[in-house]
C-alpha cells in the first residue's frame, strides 16, 4: 500500500496507525512486536477481555506505587502516551506475550526474536528501522516454524499522509 510504513506477513503498517496511536517512526519496534502478537494470538485462538486487560494495568500501576489514574497521568505527561494507546497496544501486547511465552522476561525477549526471525517483515519507508529484540534466542524459547497466516489487513482508501516528520517525534 502506498501509505505503508512496514509491511509485517502481509498486514501493513500505515502512517495514519502511527498518527492515530501518536507514534512515531522511532518507536516502529514496538508496533511490530504488536502486530506479530495479534498474529499469534489470532493463530492459537485467544485474546482478552477489557476486564483482563484492566487488571494488568492495575498489576502494573500498583507495581509503580501508583492509582490507575496516577499511572495514567503519568504516561501522558511523561512519555506521551495516551490511556486509549496504553490499553490497546502496550498492555494488550504485555498479556499476550505473558499468555504465549510465560512470564519470564528472558523467556519473552527470546519469544520476540523468534517471531521476528520467522517473520517477513517489509520496512517500506526507507526511514523506517527496527533494533533486535535480542541476539540470544535460544533452544528454551518457544520457537515458531511456521509463518503466522492472518487475513490481510483491509485498508481504507488511500488519502494523503504526508510522511513521518519532527512532528510525529
Known amino acids: 500500500p502506498a501509505e505503508a510504513v512496514a509491511i509485517v506477513n502481509g ?48 498489576r502494573i500501576a500498583s507495581d509503580n506505587n501508583l492509582s490507575i ?21 502496550v498492555a494488550w501486547s504485555m498479556l499476550a506475550l505473558k499468555r504465549l511465552a510465560g512470564d519470564d522476561e528472558n523467556q519473552q525477549r527470546k519469544f520476540l526474536a523468534n517471531l521476528r526471525a520467522a517473520a517477513k517483515i517489509e520496512l517500506v519507508d526507507p526511514a523506517a528501522k527496527l533494533r533486535p529484540v535480542s541476539t540470544e534466542a535460544t533452544e528454551s524459547a ?17 488519502t494523503k499522509i504526508e510522511p513521518a516528520d519532527e512532528k510525529l517525534d
Open 11 to 58: 498486514e501493513a503498517i500505515t502512517y495514519r496507525n502511527l498518527v492515530r496511536w501518536r507514534i512515531s517512526l522511532k518507536e516502529l519496534d514496538g508496533v511490530v512486536n504488536y502486530i506479530l502478537l495479534k498474529q499469534a494470538t489470532n493463530q492459537a485462538k485467544f485474546n482478552f477481555s477489557d476486564k483482563q486487560i484492566d487488571t494488568e494495568v492495575q
Open 69 to 89: 489514574d496516577q499511572w495514567y497521568s503519568m504516561l501522558e505527561k511523561e512519555r506521551g502516551i495516551n490511556r486509549d494507546h496504553y490499553r490497546e497496544i
Open 142 to 158: 518457544p520457537k515458531v516454524t511456521e509463518p503466522i497466516v492472518t487475513e490481510p489487513v483491509k485498508q481504507e482508501p488511500p
